[in-house]
């Protein structure tokens, strides 16, 4: 049961244009989402998140959408470069109490050309 | 900047064995984590941690895994019995706060096993 699906298992961008990685979720109940890249032979790395009651979340060059009604998310590079080249995680869990576990999806592969 | 760590890299071990994944959290961290990441799969949630006992597991977290903090600075994952489908991943994680928008996990590097 995939309650965090990312559909494109990989993505290549031009060095300097827009990536945009997608990310669905299913459970209602999530309330809290996350982004995460992760190197070859390296832990994932925290990168943005986003609360329900957002919209939008803006770091640097990093944006993060969300739809609640669609349930769906979307992360923005803007402008690509060559060391954004990573696998891409979504993750999301909910803001209740205890330490609340993560729930994955697959990945992105995303590689920047130059 | 402090970091998750784990020990070893990789495990390479027999069907049957037992492991102990070694991982030390970041020093001022209460909550931690265990998941891991089966060849081409998804990181999954294996359990939670805080307070000297476990917080949440997954149905993945049998019987076969323990989880122990032996001092104040180690957290281990041990498989007592290992199976082919062990082989994965391992990645351990930690968080200052266990709710909230400030829970954010910070991962270690994962420890391959290789169970043979």
């Known amino acids: 049961d995939q309650q965090v699906k990312q559909n494109s298992p990989s993505l290549s961008v031009q060095e300097g244009r827009i990536s945009i990685l997608n990310c669905d979720y299913t459970n209602s109940m999530f309330d809290y989402f996350l982004w995460y890249k992760k190197y070859p032979a390296e832990g994932p790395t925290f990168l943005i998140s986003?609360?329900?009651?957002?919209d939008k979340n803006e770091d640097g060059r990093f944006t993060v959408f969300l739809n609640k009604s669609a349930k769906h998310l979307s992360l923005h590079i803007v402008p690509s470069q060559p060391g954004d080249s990573a696998v891409y995680f979504c993750a999301a869990r909910y803001l209740d109490s205890g330490n609340t576990p993560l729930v994955f999806g697959k990945g992105t592969r995303l590689s920047v050309i130059a | 900047e402090p970091e998750v760590t784990q020990t070893p890299s990789h495990q390479v071990t027999q069907m049957g064995q037992e492991v102990i994944l070694r991982c030390v959290p970041i020093?001022?961290?209460?909550?931690f984590y265990w998941y891991r990441q089966i060849l081409g799969q998804k990181v999954e949630f294996l359990v939670s941690f805080y307070n000297n006992e476990i917080s949440e597991k997954s149905e993945i977290f049998d019987d076969q895994f323990s989880v122990e903090r032996p001092d104040g600075s180690n957290f281990t994952l041990k498989i007592r019995s290992t199976k082919l489908e062990d082989s994965a991943m391992y990645f351990c994680a930690s968080s200052e706060v266990g709710t909230g928008s400030d829970n954010e996990q910070f991962f270690g590097p994962g420890t391959r096993l290789t169970v043979l």
């Open positions: 020093s001022n961290h209460l909550y």
């Open positions: 986003i609360s329900s009651i957002k």
